[in-house]
């Protein structure tokens, strides 16, 4: 590895600080974001970048090539029967909705608890990410191969734009079927099937929110870059502060509405705090750069050095 990356660790200033060993330092979530005058210029050279990662190997003949043509990025026609369950679980609960605002004519609530349901499923996103990032290895049960697969997408960020989409969604869109179906059945009331449906087809989706926001500007198509652009769905400039040191904000992977809250507020480090406190679980983030993280960060850094 030919490239490095210089890192000041930042103490939080927290009253709690006695909690944490006294030569412990944490990094801070605030990450600032340096933004060029001419962020299009550079993000139309990010292709090459790529192209130009897919070209190198490593000792032992391995290439990265190699590693974006695993069979495993393909979409099994079992991925695929998840994704049609998911997708059919979320049109019965709009479709109850729908049918449910015509018989009493009252659409305002509905309306308001959709978009409740889309704020909330962000906080949401971020919460598990920060949970999957930091907690747990592939042996933790049910959670283990979620822990494991974002563990290697740190380490490989650019391979989620390969995967194909019933393989990256297929996990969550089988969470969808076993908690929103029974819903489905019990539930008759359009404003809760309404909230229930934009959130959770929010997080269902949040996996190609979050593959747009590792995508390259002139291979998005152009209602992405716009819903991006003011918001409504997360940004490659937001998500890219992720992927950099020290790999303890932007979690959110929806719209990043609460990012800025969450990272300003310094919310997940004082509930890291306080599970240290309670558990003695350490996070990863405490301890900095991961070794599984830190393997390919020359190949990382020139996949998304700009966005």
């Not at 060029?36 to 290439?63: A, P």
């Not at 971020?126 to 697969?149: C, E, M, P, R």
């Not at 539930?187 to 747009?212: E, N, R, V, Y």
């Not at 590792?214 to 652009?229: E, F, M, R, S, W």
Request: neutral net charge; glycine residues 6%; charged residues 15%.
């Amino acid at each position: 590895m030919h490239a490095f990356l210089l890192v000041h660790p930042i103490l939080i200033s927290f009253n709690m600080s006695y909690i944490l060993p006294h030569n412990h330092n944490i990094r801070s979530s605030q990450q600032v974001l340096s933004k060029t005058s001419d962020e299009s210029e550079t993000i139309q050279h990010r292709d090459k970048r790529v192209q130009e990662v897919y070209s190198i190997t490593n000792l032992g003949g391995n290439s990265t090539r190699s590693i974006l043509n695993d069979p495993t990025l393909q979409s099994t026609w079992a991925h695929r029967a998840w994704m049609v369950s998911g997708c059919t679980t979320l049109l019965i609960c709009f479709a109850k909705s729908a049918l449910g605002v015509v018989d009493s004519h009252r659409w305002v609530g509905p309306l308001i608890a959709c978009c409740i349901g889309y704020v909330l499923s962000d906080l949401a996103s971020g919460i598990y990410h920060w949970g999957i990032d930091n907690y747990g290895s592939a042996k933790t049960l049910v959670f283990g191969n979620q822990i494991d697969a974002f563990q290697h997408h740190h380490k490989h960020p650019w391979i989620i734009t390969k995967s194909q989409f019933a393989k990256n969604h297929r996990i969550l869109a089988g969470g969808v079927t076993f908690i929103v179906l029974p819903i489905n059945l019990l539930c008759k009331d359009p404003t809760i099937l309404a909230f229930i449906g934009a959130f959770s087809g929010c997080i269902m989706f949040s996996q190609q929110f979050h593959t747009w926001a590792h995508g390259t500007k002139n291979k998005l198509p152009k209602i992405v870059l716009a819903l991006q652009d003011v918001g409504i769905l997360v940004s490659r400039s937001q998500h890219v502060a992720h992927h950099r040191l020290p790999y303890n904000n932007n979690y959110c992977l929806v719209s990043g509405l609460w990012n800025n809250f969450l990272d300003g507020y310094k919310v997940f480090e004082l509930l890291e705090r306080i599970f240290f406190f309670i558990f003695g679980a350490q996070p990863r983030s405490w301890s900095g750069l991961d070794l599984e993280w830190t393997e390919e960060i020359e190949t990382q850094s020139l996949c998304d050095s700009q966005y």
